[in-house]
């Protein structure tokens, strides 16, 4: 028996505690600002962590939940990072309304796509390995966060120095819904413009007035026009406000806008593009003020990625099945970590879908091969540390 099989067995006759597991995350109520919810979850994880042989180091943080970096020494040389966070987007109440359940062969719950069962399969893989004695791996770094849904913005800096050290970074979101894996990430930016005119009665004195609200449509026909400025670019106005009756001259006008953008250059290109919709303004009187910018910068398909992706793709015919990489338009932690220059793949837990929604699921046939899939992933990854270091360090993009 390969040490695939031996892994993949030992996965199924796990599954039930595996399912044990997720139950036990799901059913608490953990959305990013219920702190104690998330160290509930985080508490759990970690428990599970430090049985596994992980050693743990404690993040307390005041307005999130508590993050924990868990490290694992092996024998050989490869510095492999594991990515996943504890928090969700649902409010408190969701998990007593929808605990988790197994519908034919779909698991539903609240965060169980996203991304429970993730962070669950990094721990499997990792006792897979053990199981068969795979330990030829320099050092395993898990992150556990629990902020991402906003951003990690109090996580991405104490993980940042880890990324920078690792030789591969492994994201455990879930799987695309087809079972594709995730090669690339779109970056992106959130600008909020700012019209500013002058008030006057709109029937007496309408001359007096600078309609703040024109201008405004004026410049959200122009954003919209900047969709497909570069190949994956997007631009939305997602949000708008302003006035204060219909017959007032609006002095003040609004917008939110989200921007999308495949590459680093592309980025900078739409952030020109978008800040110069207000220069000037097209409505005299009237002055635009833009605020905000990029948050995240996109994770690039770069060689080393491809050479991620080749090695999984070895390992899933082993397991007898194949995937797709993919871009994604959504961001994770894969963003913050790839534009380091360190490989990442992501999309790289169970498959799953309808994330943020009452009907996220997670298709429960596909938890032993895709955490198969990741065990076998860090195996190859720690067996073949020298060429894609050489591969990573020629900083190739495809």
């Known amino acids: 028996m390969t040490h695939t099989q031996a892994m993949t067995t030992w996965l199924q006759e796990r599954l039930p505690k595996f399912l044990d597991d997720l139950r036990a995350l799901v059913n608490v109520d953990c959305g990013t600002s219920n702190k104690a919810g998330v160290d509930v979850v985080g508490r759990l994880f970690r428990d599970r962590l430090r049985a596994a042989g992980f050693e743990l180091t404690e993040f307390p943080l005041a307005e999130y939940g508590d993050c924990c970096l868990a490290t694992l020494r092996g024998t050989g040389q490869a510095r492999i990072l594991l990515v996943g966070h504890l928090d969700t987007v649902y409010p408190d109440g969701v998990a007593a309304e929808r605990p988790m359940r197994i519908e034919g062969r779909r698991i539903l719950g609240p965060g169980g796509s996203d991304m429970k069962a993730g962070l669950l399969a990094g721990l499997y893989a990792v006792r897979a390995l053990q199981h068969v004695g795979l330990r030829d791996f320099g050092r395993i770094d898990f992150f556990v966060n629990t902020e991402e849904e906003v951003g990690s913005p109090a996580s991405q800096p104490l993980y940042r ?3 920078m050290q690792a030789d591969a970074a492994l994201v455990l979101e879930s799987a695309r819904a087809s079972g594709d894996i995730v090669s690339a990430r779109k970056g992106g930016a959130v600008y ?3 019209v500013l005119g002058h008030q006057a009665h709109a029937g007496v004195e309408p001359e007096k007035g600078a309609n703040a609200i024109v201008e405004l449509t004026r410049c959200i026909q122009e954003l919209t026009a900047l969709n497909g400025l570069h190949p994956g670019t997007t631009v939305n106005v997602g949000v708008i406000g302003g006035g204060t009756r219909s017959n007032v001259v609006p002095d003040l006008a609004w917008a939110e806008v989200d921007a999308r ?13 978008i800040r110069q919709v207000a220069m000037p303004p097209q409505v005299p009187g009237t002055r635009i003020e833009v605020s905000g910018g990029v948050e995240k910068g996109p994770m690039e398909k770069t060689a080393a990625t491809a050479y991620l ?3 999984a793709r070895d390992v899933a015919g082993q397991l007898g099945f194949t995937f797709q990489d993919v871009q994604t338009g959504g961001m ?3 963003n913050h970590i790839g534009e380091l220059g360190v490989p990442t793949l992501d999309g790289l837990g169970p498959i799953g879908g309808e994330d943020h929604s009452p009907n996220e699921y997670l298709e429960l046939d596909s938890i032993v091969p895709r955490t198969a899939l990741l065990a076998g992933l860090i195996a190859a990854i720690a067996a073949h540390r020298d060429p894609l270091s050489a591969i990573s360090k020629s900083r190739g993009n495809l």
Do not use: K
């Open 192 to 194: 909020r413009f700012t």
């Open 332 to 334: 994770s932690d894969g």
């Open 161 to 163: 120095p880890v990324a």
């Open 261 to 273: 953008f495949s590459t680093v250059e592309a980025g900078q290109v739409l952030d020109r593009a």
């Open 309 to 311: 992706v080749d090695l």
